[in-house]
């Protein structure tokens, strides 16, 4: 019994050391959870986009009151959530042209938590690089 003792013994530092020495994720959970999108995705050009979302905790309860920041097309812009965890902000296309856009949108809360989310817009009349040479090819 007592060397069954001394096994399992030596056994489970030998393991403790073994696990301690996998290295650990440098990876957090968001605070909060954050869904947004644009309400109509793609839009023609000259059409003003419109971008929705809502924060919720991690039990899925809105949150309100918290500071958005979106970035979007060289541009930051402030926001709010309402009592139900939502925003909303539409965008003025004159600046912008077709395209795909990258949107990132920051959440902080008052006591420091953050959410962060990502989505893209497309707008309508873009023409990548190869269809523009293609065309200037089937011209010649």
């Keep these: 019994m007592n060397r069954f003792f001394v096994i399992f013994t ?17 990876a957090k959970l ?32 809105p949150i309100s009151g918290i500071d958005v920041k979106i970035l979007f097309g060289g541009e930051s812009y402030i926001l ?9 902000k539409q965008f003025d296309s004159d600046q912008l042209k077709p395209r795909i856009y990258s949107v990132q949108v920051f959440a902080t809360s008052d ?11 497309e707008i309508e009349g873009h023409v990548g690089k190869d269809a ?9």
Excluded: C
């Design 10 to 26: 030596i056994f489970t530092i030998g393991l403790m050391f073994s696990l301690s020495s996998i290295p650990t994720s440098e």
């Design 30 to 61: 968001w605070d909060y959870i954050m869904d947004v999108e644009f309400v109509k995705n793609p839009i023609p050009k000259g059409e003003n986009p419109i971008l929705i979302g809502t924060i919720v905790d991690h039990a899925y309860l």
């Design 80 to 88: 709010k959530s309402d009592e139900h965890g939502e925003f909303g």
């Design 111 to 121: 006591d420091g938590k953050k959410s962060m989310a990502r989505t893209t817009l």
């Design 132 to 140: 523009k040479y293609e065309r200037q090819l089937e011209s010649m």
